[in-house]
């Protein structure tokens, strides 16, 4: 009992200390809890919103670019085959009174519904199924999804379809027989699939068929069955694997993001570790004491783990609601990088699953159990004798420095050897990465104390003897500032890896764009994003453009949907003139060659991420679904592309006419007489489309602007995450400068008793503090250097196939700097100012 | 007949539950959903303006009148037959197109899918040498030519299911229908002439005028092919009847529900009638039916005419409903007096809505005469949710 009211008493009687550990475990507890309820989250809404679409499917018949021709609905329908078959088209509309809501138009026969979706309109007016059938434009939607629009039944609205206005009307609303479909039905218009064809103008074609076939030996015979009825282009892929394939689309993205948020737990448990040791390390005299009187090692350990698990479990609890907190906003971050990225997901709410809450608890705790192991162990091994002396213990901590450093060499070894092993799996890349900041963070001691040894000559040289100490006492209190400064180099580190790769990416994908972009004015459709699919260009509007002076040439481009069993990828069909083509970075090879090939044979060029994806290079061979059936096209080249992180497939646009039918065209690049007159032509071409089709006109620096804006926004999360884990390290750093300060309050006091002025007090706590920020700062810039390279060089390229020039950005890596010197600074100024104010009779009396 | 008038305002209904399961659901272990839905609330809820109504006989016109009516709410061709193999086993079989218009107007439209007409199609087998009961139901909207009619030549499909004529000629009639676990194809000739059925092919349900319908049937169809149950082929032939009707509302707010015959007998004549049941339990006046002699010509019958008493009652296993299950069927004024027992009890078909419609065998005489036959029973209204 009394063993316990000491630890409590300790604990209490530091209270910024407490305070600290508590923050930085909070902190990090929440940084990691908040990624992950944001990830699935997301999760979730994903595969809730798969669900309410593909319901109980099976298989599904889809197409190539153009969808699937609903005369094959119509023959499998006609045909005696005795599975369940449904027709569905989807699209994506944005609300005009909701900016930025994108809802999804599913569109279904009702007739043929029955056993694969569950939502259900109101059983009762007959009106309501009859209006869905026969008026156009009527739609039905969710209750929830109804009243967030401000719609009552019989009400209308205006949708953006592809540019266009469409009125439709809320004929019924749709009742969720549970919770769960409810949310999956959220952003859903469900409309008749006549309706879906002329909202969509996808007359003829169907998105896809959904199928539910037999399973087992059944089902083989049953797609043999359904064979005859397909034709080429047309294909039978399961439902479970597109599903598959399309989550596994961001399941890259938010490993990363969980692996960065990791960063911040690992620098909150250097936090617990600190605070652990430096309680232990403080509390020598007490716990020798202990001994003496009969308390056994056991107890001792016991007791110091629990003082862990309370600091653990407050900063933990403390953590969690942060997390839910954070993870509001990052929610919408990770949404809208998804949005850009990959597909529409509308994710509303935070899925809170006790699962998560668990995690984040479980997380918590565990690591502070781990970070306060060492320490409790240290305590336990206490000799009763030895206990007076500090110097023990530093002494002890000297002579372990050459292990540390040992293993800590070892592990930087292994992570490299890790990281040239072939293979490519992000999980390995991870964890060469956290065993390479776990290898320098065990060596960061022994290079401090080499670099403040070097320090000492010349801070002698310039603060006389106060610098001289300032050295000394930092080398001597190596138990303390050795973990401190490792603390400061991971979190310091980390900000600067993250930040060197995002500018690098930033500055490569600026430098593509101009090079890719070639073109002076560049005229689309309009919809949300620049997303596959778009609507095509109404060919009055091309005709005009003939008639519009100073256009030298215009090229056309459209971008389309390719699906299989691997996933979605786009296609872009486009007229490339030779000069463009020199804008496209290869990977390898030799351009014009492969100009010729892509021009003149049955070629593509392929994106550097599709072909990292598919483990294709130059020269092999791409089988593609086409309306001749499944064609094999060579690949020319690789390019480099971060336009599109699925993939994309370019094809000359003469060559896609030989093996699907003649393309629509969606977007335009003009090439002007005279460069000089971009803006006025901007403005001509805008009024020229006006009275036809609204349409997005940019000129050659405005595109540039718009994607490299939605490259920010990208990034968004991930910057926000760096910011976090400069806030971990800053709590850090306050925490151990101050503890370790405060702690040597005598020492201080005998220093002020023996003359040390009060200004000279400042000078030397603030200098110490100040040391350590430089020293860390110093010692992070090549573990951060080090990680930018991993982040760029493996970890995006396992990720998402990009590969990026490196851009060592010189303000990044002085912020870094600043950072660490900044907060070290302020961590010695309450120290300073206490020790100050006290006489220093008093303060010898009190300790 | 009005025999299904329900079906359409609950299939309508029905489907209305968009994604409801026992819509399509052929299997017996479909749900119901017209639970607690009373016929003549949704048929008197409905709006008939736009369509037409029957209010005085027309002439009818062939091949034309074989086809679709799209001025009409409802129509149907409603076929059902008693067969044997070669070793004398009995089987009957319904196969039923309904077709419903959701709009009088259509509105045109640039989808191929958009269709204000509805098809619904029912397909029953009775095996009583096996005491199966086989059934299935289909929709489908009439857009994309997923179902349809036509009359020349004449066809009525909804997807693979179809009754249709054989070239341009309307007979003899050929029936296609597979459920997967039973399947018929059949050929149905006719040697008799169309019998107008009530007053000259109007036949009037309740008092209200309009609420009638133009309704004509074939009673005496020879019918040759094969039936398979269960990947087992049989040979057959036999008799089928056909009812053709059409109309926009039928239906009173005091009528619950309807049985109604159609009799077959080995004399070469036929029978057909139809008793309305009140809410009190009592035979409707307006219910009629017709005496067709050997050579076509047809004596009408009024409620007076004919008396019918229940001999048993069947209880559901499935609904609980509580069906009639014989009956004894005199006509003074003819000189009949008939036994109708049904050759299985349980022909019950749990489809969008629940009824008995089955083979029956019939005995009994006319005068001094034996006389033994077959034909089809239909019970509505007895679903015990009704």
């Known amino acids: 009992m009394i063993l316990w009211r000491a630890g409590l008493r300790y604990l209490l009687r530091h209270p910024l200390q407490l305070l600290f550990a508590v923050i930085g475990v909070a902190l990090g507890v929440g940084v990691v809890v908040a990624i992950d309820l944001a990830n699935s989250s997301a999760n979730k809404a994903f595969s809730l919103s798969a669900e309410a679409v593909s319901g109980r499917t099976s298989h599904q ?73 026969t008026e156009p434009g009527s739609i039905m939607l969710s209750a929830a999804t109804a009243g967030e629009l401000e719609l009552r039944p019989d009400m209308q609205m205006t949708l953006q379809i592809g540019g266009k206005q469409r009125s439709v009307t809320l004929v019924g609303l749709l009742e969720a027989p549970d919770q769960l479909s409810s949310q999956a039905l959220r952003n859903l218009i469900i409309t008749d699939i006549a309706t879906a064809q002329e909202l969509l103008e996808q007359f003829g074609r169907l998105t896809r068929i959904d199928l539910i076939l037999p399973t087992g030996a059944a089902e083989d015979r049953a797609l043999q069955q359904l064979q005859p009825y397909l034709q080429p282009g047309v294909d039978v892929v399961r439902a479970d694997q597109r599903r598959q394939s399309m989550a596994q689309m961001t399941r890259a993205f938010q490993l990363n993001l969980s692996a960065l948020s990791m960063l911040a737990l690992v620098v909150g448990m250097f936090l617990i570790y600190n605070t652990m040791t430096f309680s232990v390390v403080q509390r020598r005299p007490l716990l020798g004491a202990l001994r003496t009187l009969g308390v056994t090692r056991h107890e001792i350990v016991r007791l110091v783990l629990v003082e862990a698990l309370l600091v653990g479990a407050a900063g933990t609890l403390l953590g969690l ?222 005709a005009r453009l003939d008639q519009v002076a100073g256009i030298d040439s215009i090229t056309r481009a459209r971008h389309l949907r390719l699906e299989d069993a691997h996933g979605i990828s786009e296609l872009f069909v486009a007229e490339i003139p030779e000069e463009s083509f020199a804008g496209y970075w290869f990977v390898d090879g030799d351009r014009q060659q492969i100009y010729r090939e892509f021009k003149n044979s049955r070629a593509v060029i392929v994106s550097e991420p599709f072909a990292y994806r598919r483990d294709l290079k130059r020269g092999d061979v791409l089988p593609l679904r086409t309306q001749l059936g499944e064609q094999e096209f060579r690949i020319a080249g690789v390019f480099t592309d971060y336009g599109s992180d699925q993939g994309r497939i370019t094809i000359a646009r003469s060559l896609y006419q030989q093996y699907w039918s003649a393309p629509q065209t969606d977007a335009l690049g003009i090439y002007l007489q005279d460069t000089a007159e971009t803006e006025q032509l901007v403005r001509q071409l805008r009024n020229l489309a006006a009275d036809i089709q609204p349409l997005m006109v940019y000129s050659n620096r405005d595109l540039r602007a718009a994607s490299l804006a939605t490259f920010d926004r990208t990034f968004a999360v991930t910057s926000v995450l760096r910011i976090l884990a400069v806030l971990v390290a800053f709590v850090g750093i306050l925490n151990a400068l101050m503890a370790m300060q405060i702690e040597r309050s005598r020492e201080l006091a005998v220093l002020r008793a023996g003359g040390l002025t009060p200004q000279q007090l400042w000078l030397l706590v603030t200098g110490e503090t100040g040391l350590i920020g430089l020293l860390a700062g110093l010692l992070a810039l090549p573990l951060g250097i080090a990680q930018a390279l991993m982040l760029i060089l493996v970890i995006n390229r396992r990720s998402f196939g990009w590969s990026m020039g490196i851009q060592l950005d010189p303000s990044i890596l002085f912020q870094a700097l600043l950072l660490a010197l900044i907060a070290a600074v302020l961590a010695g100024l309450y120290p300073a100012w206490r020790m100050a104010q006290t006489q220093p009779a008093q303060a010898l009396r009190d300790e | 007949m009005i025999r299904i008038n329900t079906y359409w305002s609950i299939v309508a209904v029905c489907c209305l539950g968009f994604l409801l399961a026992a819509c399509q659901d052929p299997g017996p272990s479909s749900r119901g959903t017209s639970a607690g839905l009373n016929v003549a609330e949704i048929l008197g809820s409905e709006d008939h303006d736009g369509f037409a109504r029957a209010i005085r006989p027309q002439s009818f016109e062939f091949p034309r009148d074989h086809g679709p009516h799209h001025a009409f709410r409802t129509e149907w061709w409603y076929y059902t037959g008693n067969l044997q193999n070669d070793d004398g086993r009995r089987f009957g079989y319904q196969l039923t197109f309904f077709r419903q218009a959701l709009q009088p107007d259509s509105v045109p439209r640039q989808s191929a899918w958009a269709s204000n007409q509805v098809y619904l199609a029912h397909f029953a087998l009775s095996d009583p040498a096996n005491d199966n009961f086989y059934y299935a139901e ?249």
Request: with cysteine.
């Open chain 1, 61 to 133: 018949v889809i197409g190539g670019p153009a969808g699937v021709p609903e005369e094959i609905y119509r023959r499998i329908r006609l045909a005696p085959i005795l599975f369940d078959s449904a027709p569905v088209i989807e699209g994506l509309a944005t609300v005009t009174h909701k900016p930025g809501l994108t809802l999804r138009i599913l569109g279904l026969d009702p007739f043929a519904e029955g056993p694969f979706r569950d939502y259900s309109p109101g059983i009762g007016r007959d009106s309501e199924f009859s209006r869905l059938l």
């Open chain 2, 138 to 386: 289909r929709f489908s909207r009439a857009g994309l030519g997923l179902a349809g009619a036509t009359a020349e030549p004449f066809n009525v499909w909804l997807e693979d299911w179809s009754a249709g004529g054989s070239g341009d000629a309307t007979l003899p009639m050929q029936l296609r229908a597979d459920s997967g676990e039973v399947a018929i194809a059949l050929e149905l000739d006719s040697s008799k002439p169309f019998v107008l059925q009530g007053q000259q092919g109007l036949s009037q349900k309740s008092a209200e005028p309009g609420n009638a319908s133009y309704y004509y049937s074939l009673t005496r169809m020879p019918t040759t092919g094969q039936i398979s149950i269960a990947g087992n082929s049989h040979q057959v032939t036999g008799s089928s009847w056909l009812d053709r009707e059409w109309s926009t509302s039928a239906l009173g707010p005091d009528q619950v529900g309807w049985d109604w015959f159609s009799l077959q007998f080995d004399d070469d004549r036929e029978l057909m009638y139809y008793q309305l049941r009140l809410k009190d339990g009592q035979p409707d006046p307006l219910s009629s039916g017709v005496l067709v002699a050997e050579n076509g010509k047809t004596t009408p019958l009024g409620a007076a005419d004919v008396r019918i008493d229940v001999l048993d009652y069947w209880t559901s296993p499935h609904s609980g409903g509580r069906y009639p299950a014989r009956w004894r069927l005199q006509i003074p004024a003819a000189q009949l007096n008939l036994e109708i027992i049904p050759l299985m009890a349980d022909q019950e078909l749990q489809t969008s809505v629940r009824y008995w419609e089955g083979a029956v065998f019939v005995q009994g005489t006319r005068g001094q005469n034996t006389i033994r036959g077959y034909g089809y029973v239909e019970l509505t209204g007895y679903d015990k949710e009704l």
């Open chain 1, 321 to 542: 609601l942060l997390g839910v907190l954070l993870a509001n906003g990052l929610l919408t971050l990770v949404t809208r990088t998804i949005n850009d990225l990959y597909f529409v997901l509308n994710v509303r709410s935070l899925s809170l699953t006790p699962l998560a809450l668990a995690k984040g608890l479980l997380l918590g705790l565990g690591a502070t159990l781990v970070a306060a192991l060492v320490p409790a162990l240290e305590a336990g091994r206490t000799a009763p004798r030895s206990v007076l002396s500090r110097s023990h213990i530093e002494g002890r901590g000297r002579r372990l420095l050459p292990w540390a450093v040992a293993v800590g060499s070892g592990l930087m070894v292994l992570s490299l050897i890790g990281l040239l092993l072939p293979g490519n799996s992000i999980v390995v890349g991870f964890i060469c990465m956290f065993m390479l900041i776990s290898g320098y963070a065990l060596i960061t001691p022994g290079l401090a104390i080499w670099l403040l040894k070097g320090l000492q000559a010349p801070l002698k040289t310039c603060f006389g003897l106060l610098g001289k100490m300032a050295v000394r006492n930092l080398v001597a209190g190596l138990s303390r500032t050795g973990v401190a400064t490792a603390a400061l180099v991971i979190a310091v580190a980390a900000t600067i890896g993250v930040g060197l790769m995002i500018s690098s990416f930033r500055v490569t994908v600026d430098n593509w764009l101009h090079s890719y972009l070639s073109a002076d004015i560049y005229i689309t459709t309009q919809g949300d994003d620049f997303d596959a699919g778009r609507v095509p260009l109404e060919p009055e509007l091309l």
